[in-house]
């Protein structure tokens, strides 16, 4: 390092590592004999490990608790009917949920609609639903993001390969297998198409039986 005389200004160049880091030193200048001031340059602090990313339930602030209060005879939890099967319902316009009741209706869907994705979440851990219908857009502003595709794409493919995932869309065409493919759902159901509806789900989950139909055939075997 280079410091200068305050007095004679001459200027004197001393190893960094003579004088230690955070410290202060004097020494005298060769041509005044002036007492000088030398202070040690501070290292730079060390970057804070990164931490690893969160959990869903780190995400969503999950808790035993939450597990203490499960309920097996409040429905939609689980639903205890034989044969009985089960709907769960993202989207946050009511006036898209009305047009969806109805073919869930008819399909003898029992129908979970939930307000958040932290919610959705909690009754997935104790539930497994046969049909969702997720708005891309539910509870984030982050399509590719979404918490609830995450979670799904992390379950076990015994489990996954029984829920069938419509994911409601404006960005994607309708029936558009590639991109169903690449966002891990079973469907792409524009929104566009929302009246069409009861035709569109069912042509899908037709697909989608015939496909695993060979499968969960041998698989019983």
Not at 67 to 74: F, L, P
Not at 168 to 194: E, G, W
Request: proline share 5%; aromatic share 8%.
């Amino acid at each position: 390092m280079e410091v200068v005389c305050d007095n004679c200004q001459g200027k004197l160049r001393i190893a960094d590592d003579k004088v230690p880091a955070g410290k202060t030193a004097f020494v005298k200048c060769p041509r005044c004999q002036s007492r000088v001031s030398v202070s040690g340059a501070v290292p730079a602090p060390e970057p804070e490990p990164e931490e690893a990313p969160a959990s869903l339930d780190d995400l969503f602030d999950f808790t035993e608790e939450d597990g203490e209060a499960y309920d097996a005879a409040e429905k939609p939890f689980d639903f205890i009917e034989e044969e009985g099967k089960t709907a769960m319902v993202c989207e946050a316009d009511a006036l898209i949920r009305e047009k969806l009741r109805p073919t869930l209706d008819l399909l003898e869907y029992h129908i979970t609609e939930v307000p958040n994705s932290r919610e959705a979440l909690k009754k997935m851990r104790y539930h497994t639903y046969d049909l969702i219908l997720l708005n891309e857009y539910f509870d984030t502003r982050d399509p590719d993001a979404n918490a609830i595709l995450i979670y799904l794409e992390r379950q076990p493919m015994e489990t996954r390969r029984n829920i069938f995932v419509t994911l409601l869309t404006t960005r994607y065409r309708t029936m558009d297998h590639m991109t169903a493919f690449q966002k891990s759902v079973n469907m792409i159901l524009n929104l566009r198409n929302i009246d069409d509806i009861d035709k569109i789900l069912q042509r899908g989950m037709a697909d989608y039986g015939l496909f695993y139909k060979v499968f969960k055939e041998s698989v019983e075997l």
